[in-house]
Nanobody, 123 residues
Framework: QVQLVESGGGLAQAGGSLRLSCQAS????????MGWFRQAPGKERALTAA????????YYSDSVLGRFTISRGNAKNTVYLQMNSVESEDTAVYYC????????????????WGQGTQVTVSS
């Protein structure tokens, strides 16, 4: 069973930066594509960024493209979300997610979830 543990959330001022980390354990880690979803109050959970199992392919939602960067650690069981130029609209609970993939691509469905970490941006 894959377990995901997030860290790095907190409070940032608008225009500042935060970095989220997610460490995966269990399962076949080399086959995991990983992603970050976020859910703001009153809104649905939405995919924000994702990365293929090798790190060669990435996806970003339009709202964070050019500001956020997703990357994998050297051991591939860790994924990071570097959040730059944050805005009040980035305030949300951020969830790490993972999917078992049979090839190197960014999936649309994720089945493993972390508990979430709160990010609050003050303007």
């Amino acid at each position: 069973q894959v377990q995901l543990v997030e860290s790095g959330g907190g409070l940032a001022q608008a225009g500042g930066s935060l970095r989220l980390s997610c460490q995966a354990s269990g399962g076949t880690l080399n086959n995991l594509a990983m992603g970050w979803f976020r859910q703001a109050p009153g809104k649905e959970r939405a995919l924000t960024a994702a990365i293929s199992r090798s790190g060669a392919y990435t996806y970003y939602s339009d709202s964070v493209l050019g500001r956020f960067t997703i990357s994998r650690g050297n051991a591939k069981n860790t994924v990071y979300l570097q959040m730059n130029s944050v805005e009040s609209e980035d305030t949300a609970v951020y969830y790490c997610a993972a999917a078992d993939t049979d090839d190197d691509y960014v999936p649309s469905i994720f089945v493993h979830w972390g508990q979430g970490t709160q990010v609050t941006v003050s303007s």
